[in-house]
Structures are given as structure tokens and as C-alpha cells.
């Protein structure tokens, strides 16, 4: 099995740097609205600071505006007003030139519906992003060989997506958000479309790049399983954090 520290240690890219005691993610007052015949508030005057290390999963009923604010953590949407501030990088001072650069070199992505490139392999799926560095051919293939191996798929490195289970492909997509060893994944509903006990391993996988590799995660779940591994766990209503509880951990 590859050393996972070594890989999820060695970052193509360089990354800004927080100081000591700052949050390496955080939001301030972020509001995000949509027009439907009245003004609808998805995101409701949420902040929140998460540190290097913590695994914060967002709960809440559907339409309560999880999906949103992690879309606005990750750069993928724009806050009506508000700020975003990942490893000390302003979102609303970058254009989209630079958000895109962000996104890419510091966020991991992981979706529910795994949002792999079908006619690619698995190898394919996670060499995606280190092909947008300068990294190396060579360096590009062993490092996606590695993440693979680290989530136990090395065996399959040559597979397509339909070629694998749900629980393989989701693993893929795990392997390919570590690609560029990311500040922070943000995980939207990723065991949402598995089966009981593949939930369980995805969770036992999430729970160990955590407690041995101190990878940020924000996940959105209904999975009871990731709240209990987390260290905070922020109740949603209504585009509002209403409440805030302490997870298993």
C-alpha cells in the first residue's frame, strides 16, 4: 500500500499559507438570493470559521440552502454579498481567471453522483487534474497510481467508470479530489447514492484521511455516519445556521 502521508503530503502546487491560529476557511455574512416572483434567501447571513484538520459536516431538511453555501465555500457560485477567505485568499478580490486557479489547486470536490468522465479510466479520472499543473507525464501517473492505491484501487487503475461499483467509483472521485492535495474537500451528499455498508466504508475513508493525514472536510450529508465522525456539526434552516452541535468525536 503507498504511503499515504507522503502522497497527500506532496503538493503539485504552492499554497498561500494561514497564520497561526487563523481558520483555513471562512465566511462572513454570506447572503445568496434568487428572484422566484419574491426574493428567496438560499444562504441567509451565514458565517462560520473552520480549521486546519476539522471535519465539519452541514445537516439540515431538503431546499435549506446546504448545497448553496457549499457551492459559495468551494467558488463554484458567487455570494450576493459577503466574503469567503480560503488559506488567507480573498474570493471576491479574484476574477474568475483566479477563482477557476483556486478552485483547482486548493478544493476537492466530491459529488453525490461521482462526476467522473466516462470514456476515461480510473487512472484518467484522477491524472484530470495534475494534467493542468507542470507536473510531469511521469510525475502525473504516479501520483494518480498512488492516490489510487491509497484508496485501494490500484487493482483497477485501468477501468472505466462503468466497469465499477458505485462505492469504486466514489472512491475515484475521492482520489481524484486529493489530486492536488487541496486545503479543504467539500463533499456534497457522497454516499448519497450507495448502498449500507459501502455508506459505512466511504465514511471509515473520509474518517481516516482525516484523523491520519489532518484533511479538512466539509461534507453535506443526511448519513448519520459522517456526523458521527465529525468534530462540529452545523444544522441548516431556512438558508441559516440555526444551530451548531458538537459531533462524535
Known amino acids: 500500500m503507498t504511503d499515504a502521508r507522503r502522497v497527500l503530503g506532496a503538493a503539485p502546487n504552492g499554497q498561500p499559507q494561514t497564520g497561526p491560529g487563523e481558520p483555513i476557511l471562512r465566511a462572513v455574512n454570506l447572503n445568496k438570493s434568487?428572484?422566484?416572483?419574491?426574493?428567496?434567501?438560499?444562504?441567509?447571513?451565514?458565517?462560520?470559521?473552520?480549521d486546519k484538520g476539522e471535519?465539519?459536516?452541514i445537516v439540515g431538511p431538503s431546499g435549506c440552502g446546504k448545497t448553496t453555501l457549499l457551492s459559495l465555500l468551494g467558488g463554484l457560485d458567487r455570494p450576493n454579498s459577503g466574503e469567503v477567505l480560503l488559506a488567507g485568499q480573498r474570493y471576491s478580490r479574484l476574477n474568475e481567471n483566479g477563482l477557476a486557479q483556486l478552485r483547482r489547486n486548493q478544493v476537492g470536490f466530491v459529488f453525490q453522483f461521482f462526476n467522473l468522465i466516462s470514456h476515461l479510466t480510473a487512472l484518467e479520472n484522477v491524472s484530470?487534474?495534475?494534467?493542468?499543473?507542470?507536473?510531469?507525464?511521469?510525475a502525473v501517473r504516479e501520483r494518480a497510481e498512488q492516490l489510487l492505491d491509497m484508496v485501494g484501487l490500484g487493482q483497477r487503475a485501468s477501468h472505466l467508470p462503468l466497469q465499477m461499483s458505485g462505492g469504486e467509483q466514489q472512491r475515484v472521485a475521492i482520489a481524484r479530489a486529493l489530486a492536488n492535495s487541496p486545503a479543504v474537500v467539500l463533499a456534497d451528499e457522497p454516499t448519497g447514492n450507495l448502498d449500507s455498508k459501502t455508506k459505512n466504508e466511504m465514511a471509515d475513508l473520509f474518517l481516516r484521511l482525516n484523523e491520519e493525514f489532518n484533511q479538512?472536510?466539509?461534507?453535506?450529508?443526511?448519513d448519520e455516519g459522517f456526523a458521527r465522525f465529525a468534530h462540529r456539526v452545523l444544522h441548516m434552516r431556512d438558508g441559516k445556521i440555526d444551530k451548531v452541535e458538537a459531533g462524535g468525536r
Open 55 to 57: 471535519f465539519i459536516v
Open 34 to 50: 434568487y428572484f422566484l416572483g419574491e426574493v428567496i434567501y438560499a444562504v441567509d447571513d451565514v458565517s462560520l470559521a473552520i
Open 128 to 138: 484530470l487534474p495534475l494534467r493542468f499543473t507542470r507536473m510531469s507525464r511521469r
Open 216 to 222: 479538512t472536510f466539509v461534507v453535506v450529508s443526511h
